[in-house]
C-alpha cells in the first residue's frame, strides 16, 4: 500500500512522489516540520511548511484509513462475509465515507424491524418482491402466514417483508452516494425560535426563521445556528425535496408495473422517511459541521499568527499599568529583560489629590528607571489612563495601549506563580502588559493560544483539531523568528524545533547553575539533550556575543566548516566575513555545491551572513486613539477615526477605536472593491481609519467602514462571498472525503 499511497498523495499535493517520500521519512527519523523546511531543502526540493504539513497530515489520514480497512476485513472474515467480491471493492476504496457504505450492510446491529421480519421467515418473500414479476403476490404472502410469528394477514406479511427491503435499499453503498449528493446540492437548513425563547435569544434575532442551502451557508453561520441549537434557543433541521428523493430510490429498485413493483415503491418511500433522511441528516450535518470547524479554524490559525508576529518594541526599559478605576491602577517598571524591578499602586481617577499624586509618581519613576515606554491595558480605565498619562506631557517617551486579553489568564496561572512567587495576580497582569510590548511572542507562548483574544467560535469547534493547529502555529512562528538562548523562558524554548518543555526545564536549570551559555554546542552538555535534539533545535537558538560568530545567526552548525572554508578561501576572517559586503559578493556559491549542499541552502546561508539573526517582524510604530472619543456614547455616524484590528473572522474584521466595545467592519465595508476573505485587505494588529456607519448603544454594537468616498465597484451576489467554501462542498460531492482538501486551504492560509 505504500507506493499507492505515496503516488496519491504527491497527486493530491502536486509533488512527485520522491519528494512525499524524503518527507515522510525525515518525519519518521525525528524530524520536525520548521527544521525540514528551513535545513533540508536539498533532499524535499525545497517544500516549505506548508507543503510539508500536508504531506504530514495526509499520510497520517491514509494510515488511519488503512488501519480501518484492515479492521473491517477482520470483522468480515470472522463474520465468514468476505467474499473475493467484496474483499476487492474494500481494498480499493479510497476514502473512509465508502469504506464504511460497503461494510454497512454487514455491521453488526441491534435490533431492527428488518431483522424481526427476517425471524418470522420473511426474507424469501422480500426476495420474491424485488424479482417483481408478474406472479400472484396474494398468493405467494399466504405461504408466510404463520400464528405462532404473529404473522396473521397477507398485510402483516408483506408489511415484514418491505421492511427487508427498506433496510436493504438504505444500505446500499450507491444509493447512499446518491443521497449525499442530493442532500449536499439541494439540502437546505432550516432554524426556527423555539416557542418562549424570543427574549433570550435576541442575539440569534436574525435566524428565528431562518432558511439557507446546505451548499452555500458560511462556516460561521452553521456554527452560529449550532449554538443557538445546543443553547435550546433555536431547532435546526435540514431539508431536501421528498419526491426527488424517492425517485433516487426508485431508479435504483422499482423495475415494472406490477403488485410487487407497487411494494418495492412503498419500500423505497420508508427507506428514504424512516431510515435514510435521518442517517443522511445526521452525516451532513456532522460534515458541515467538519468544514465550519477547519473554516473557523484556519481564522483563528491565522489571526493567532498575526498577533505572535505583531511588532515587538524590543529591549526598552518599560512602565506597564494595569488600569482600574476604584481600586486603582497597578504600575511595574521592568528593565531592558522583562525583570520586574518595582511595583506599586497609583489611583488617578479617585479625585484631584490622588491624581497629583499618580503623575508625581509616574515622573518619579520614569525618571528613576530612565523609562522609555509606558503600556497600558486597553481594559475597563484604559482610555481614561492613557489620557492621564499623555496630560503629563514626559518628553521622549512612547504610550502605547495594549490588548490586555489573556493577562488574567497568565496571572492566575501555574507560570506566573512560578515567576512571581511572592506577587499577587494584579502585578503579575501589569508585568504580562508591559512584556507584551516588549515581545508580544515571548509573552503570549506563556498562555493557551485559545486565550489571546482572536478567532470566531473558537468553544464551538473541534477542541483537538484546534489545538493541534494553533501548536503547529507557535511552532511555525517561534522557529521563524528564533530565541535568544540566553534570556529565553522555558516556555518558549519548548516550542523550539526538537526541544518540549522537559528539555527546555532543562536548558533553563543549566543556565541558572552555569551561568549565560557561549557556544551552541554547549546545548550538548544538558542532560537528556541527544544529538537529534541538537541537530533539530541549533539553528532556531541564538547566542548574542557568542565565542562563534555563527552562533548568533540561524546558519546551522552543521554548516559551520562549509562557511568557514568560504573565509578561508577569501583570504579573511569568519567576523569579516559577515561584515563585509564587497567580502560576500566574492564568493562563487557554485564552488560550494555537493551531494548534500545546493544552493537553496547556500542562498540562506549567504542572507544570513548579510543580516545574522535579523528579527523579520516589521518595525514597530506607535499608535493612539482620537482624543476625547473614550466611550460608545461619544461616537456618532459620520465620525473618522483611528482604530487597530484586533480580530478578522470570516464576515469581516473587528476594529478597536478606543471605546471599550470593537466595531465591525463587515466584509462588504471593507473595500470598494470586491473581496471574498478580510485577509485580502488587514491583518491582525494594523492600524486603520475606519467611518462609523451605525451606533447601537442598547446592544453595543458598532458598525464601521473602511470603503473610501469614490464609488464603489458593483457587487456580485451575496453567495458568491463564500465561494470558497461552497467549492469545498462542490468538491464533497465529488470525493465525500475532504478532510485533507480542507486542511491542506487552511495549511496554505496559515503559513502564507
Known amino acids: 500500500m505504500t507506493i499507492s499511497k505515496n503516488k496519491k498523495i504527491a497527486a493530491e499535493l502536486s509533488v512527485t512522489e520522491k519528494q512525499v517520500q524524503v518527507t515522510i521519512n525525515l518525519l519518521e527519523e525525528g524530524g520536525t516540520v520548521p527544521f525540514i523546511a528551513r535545513y533540508r531543502k536539498e533532499m524535499t526540493g525545497s517544500l516549505d511548511e506548508v507543503q510539508i504539513a500536508a504531506i504530514r497530515d495526509r499520510n497520517q489520514q491514509l494510515i488511519e484509513l488503512d488501519k480501518r480497512r484492515e479492521a473491517i ?20 476504496a479510497e476514502t473512509m465515507t465508502h469504506l464504511e457504505d460497503i461494510y454497512l450492510p454487514f455491521k453488526p446491529k441491534r435490533k431492527t424491524k428488518a431483522s424481526v421480519a427476517r425471524e418470522k ?82 442575539k440569534y434575532k436574525d435566524y428565528f426563521d431562518w432558511t439557507e442551502s446546505v451548499k452555500t451557508a458560511p462556516s460561521h453561520r452553521i456554527l452560529a445556528l449550532r449554538r443557538a441549537e445546543k443553547e435550546i434557543i433555536l431547532t435546526l433541521d435540514i431539508e431536501v425535496p421528498e419526491d426527488d428523493a424517492i425517485t433516487i430510490i426508485d431508479s435504483f429498485f422499482v423495475k415494472g408495473r406490477n403488485a410487487s413493483s407497487e411494494q418495492v415503491r412503498q419500500a423505497a418511500a420508508d427507506a428514504f422517511k424512516r431510515l435514510i433522511r435521518p442517517s443522511m441528516e445526521t452525516e451532513i ?17 491565522d489571526n493567532a499568527r498575526q498577533l505572535l508576529l505583531a ?12 488600569p482600574g478605576f476604584r481600586t486603582g491602577c497597578k504600575l511595574v517598571c521592568l528593565d531592558e529583560q522583562g525583570q520586574l524591578i518595582e511595583n506599586t499602586n497609583i489611583y488617578p481617577h479617585n479625585g484631584n489629590e490622588a491624581l497629583k499624586e499618580a503623575g508625581k509618581t509616574v515622573k518619579f519613576l520614569t525618571e528613576k528607571y530612565k523609562i522609555e515606554a509606558i503600556a497600558i491595558g486597553n481594559g475597563t480605565a484604559g482610555r481614561e489612563t492613557e489620557t492621564f498619562v499623555r496630560g503629563l506631557q514626559i518628553p521622549d517617551l512612547i504610550i502605547v495601549m495594549v490588548n490586555e486579553s489573556g493577562a488574567s489568564i497568565y496571572s492566575a496561572s501555574d507560570v506566573a506563580r512560578e515567576e512571581f512567587p511572592d506577587k499577587d495576580i494584579t502585578v503579575r497582569g501589569a508585568v504580562s502588559i508591559g512584556r507584551r510590548l516588549m515581545d508580544p511572542l515571548a509573552e503570549l507562548v506563556k498562555i493557551d493560544p485559545k486565550s489571546i483574544g482572536v478567532g470566531q ?28 538562548l540566553n534570556t529565553a523562558s522555558k516556555q518558549i524554548l519548548s516550542y523550539i524545533s526538537g526541544l518540549g518543555p522537559q528539555l527546555a526545564q532543562n536548558i533553563v536549570e543549566y543556565r541558572n547553575k552555569n551561568g549565560a551559555f557561549k557556544r551552541r554546542n554547549d546545548l550538548k552538555k544538558i542532560p537528556r539533550l541527544g544529538e537529534k535534539a541538537f541537530e533539530q533545535a541549533a539553528g532556531f537558538l541564538r547566542i548574542r556575543n557568542a565565542e562563534h560568530p555563527l552562533d548568533s545567526s540561524a546558519v546551522h552548525p552543521e554548516r559551520y566548516s562549509l562557511v568557514e572554508k568560504m573565509a578561508k578561501d577569501l583570504n579573511c576572517k569568519l567576523e569579516d566575513l559577515m561584515k563585509d559586503d564587497q567580502l ?61 484590528i484586533t480580530n478578522i473572522t470570516a464576515f469581516g474584521a473587528f476594529v478597536d477605536i478606543g471605546v471599550h466595545q470593537d466595531g465591525l467592519v463587515h466584509l462588504s465595508q471593507m473595500s470598494n472593491k470586491f473581496i471574498k476573505d478580510p485577509n485580502e485587505v ?71
Open 73 to 92: 476485513l477482520k470483522s468480515m472474515n470472522e463474520m465468514e462475509k468476505l467474499t473475493p467480491e467484496l474483499e476487492k471493492q474494500i481494498l480499493e
Open 121 to 202: 421467515g420473511l426474507q424469501k418473500l422480500a426476495d420474491f418482491i424485488m424479482e417483481q414479476n408478474s406472479a400472484d403476490l396474494e398468493a405467494e404472502a399466504l405461504k408466510y402466514l404463520n400464528e405462532e410469528k404473529a404473522v396473521l394477514t397477507i398485510e402483516d406479511a408483506l408489511s415484514g417483508a418491505r421492511d427487508i427491503l427498506a433496510e436493504f435499499m438504505a444500505e446500499q453503498p450507491d444509493v447512499r452516494g446518491k443521497m449525499r449528493e442530493l442532500f449536499l446540492q439541494k439540502g437546505s437548513f432550516h432554524s426556527k425560535l423555539i416557542k418562549g425563547k424570543e427574549i433570550e435569544g435576541q
Open 285 to 301: 450535518r456532522l460534515f458541515t459541521k467538519k468544514l465550519a470547524d477547519t473554516e473557523a479554524i484556519r481564522v483563528f490559525a
Open 311 to 322: 511588532a515587538p518594541v524590543g529591549q526598552k526599559r518599560i512602565m506597564a499599568i494595569d
Open 457 to 484: 467560535y473558537q468553544h464551538d469547534v473541534d477542541q483537538n483539531q484546534l489545538q493541534s493547529s494553533l501548536d503547529d502555529t507557535v511552532i511555525s512562528c517561534v522557529n521563524a523568528i528564533g530565541v535568544e
Open 584 to 644: 560576500r559578493k566574492r564568493i562563487k556559491l557554485q564552488d560550494y555545491i555537493s551531494e548534500t549542499v545546493g544552493l537553496p541552502t547556500l542562498n540562506d546561508i549567504l542572507n544570513e551572513l548579510a543580516k545574522p539573526g535579523l528579527d523579520p517582524r516589521d518595525q514597530f510604530e506607535a499608535f493612539s486613539f482620537s482624543d476625547g472619543i473614550n466611550a460608545i456614547t461619544d461616537l456618532h455616524v459620520g465620525m473618522i477615526l483611528p482604530g487597530i
Open 682 to 752: 488587514v491583518k491582525v494588529s494594523q492600524k486603520v481609519m475606519v467611518k462609523i456607519t451605525e451606533v447601537d448603544i442598547a446592544r453595543k454594537r458598532i458598525a464601521l467602514s473602511m470603503k473610501s468616498d469614490e464609488k464603489a465597484e458593483p457587487r456580485p451576489k451575496p453567495a458568491i462571498q463564500h465561494k470558497p467554501f461552497v467549492k469545498k462542498v462542490e468538491k464533497a460531492i465529488a470525493e465525500p472525503e475532504t478532510d485533507i482538501a480542507i486542511k491542506l486551504a487552511a495549511l496554505k492560509n496559515r503559513f502564507s
